[in-house]
Nanobody, 128 residues
Framework: QVRLVESGGGSVQAGGSLRLSCAAS????????MSWFRQAPGKEREGVAT????????YYDDSVKGRFTISQDNVKNTLYLQMNGLKFEDTAIYYC?????????????????????WGQGIQVTVSS
């Protein structure tokens, strides 16, 4: 079982920065990939960034490349998302997700169906 709790959300002006954190606790299961998803009002949940826990390999959605950075602290069991150059369209509820198997992707590294653990979500609001 994996428990994920997000923190660090809030409201910022366009062009600003924000850092999200996801505290992970695991019981009798292993985590191989962790990721950030987001869901804007009236939109489907979409993948933002993901990282392999062992190799630190990463994937980013094109909409955030060069602006967002995903990272991990294995000592603290915490996942981070550093968001720079925020835009109004980044406004969404951001979710932390984890994958408890390390084999081939079912659909892809930024696909909702490839993850089996989810946090409760945290609001990020970007204003002009």
């Amino acid at each position: 079982q994996v428990r994920l709790v997000e923190s660090g959300g809030g409201s910022v002006q366009a062009g600003g920065s924000l850092r999200l954190s996801c505290a992970a606790s695991t019981t009798d299961d292993s985590v191989y990939w962790m990721s950030w998803f987001r869901q804007a009002p009236g939109k489907e949940r979409e993948g933002v960034a993901t990282i392999n826990i062992g190799s630190s390999a990463t994937y980013y959605d094109d909409s955030v490349k060069g602006r967002f950075t995903i990272s991990q602290d294995n000592v603290k069991n915490t996942l981070y998302l550093q968001m720079n150059g925020l835009k109004f369209e980044d406004t969404a509820i951001y979710y932390c997700a984890a994958r408890s198997w390390g084999s081939t992707w079912l659909r892809g590294p930024l696909e909702r169906t490839d993850y089996n653990y989810w946090g409760q979500g945290i609001q990020v609001t970007v204003s002009s």
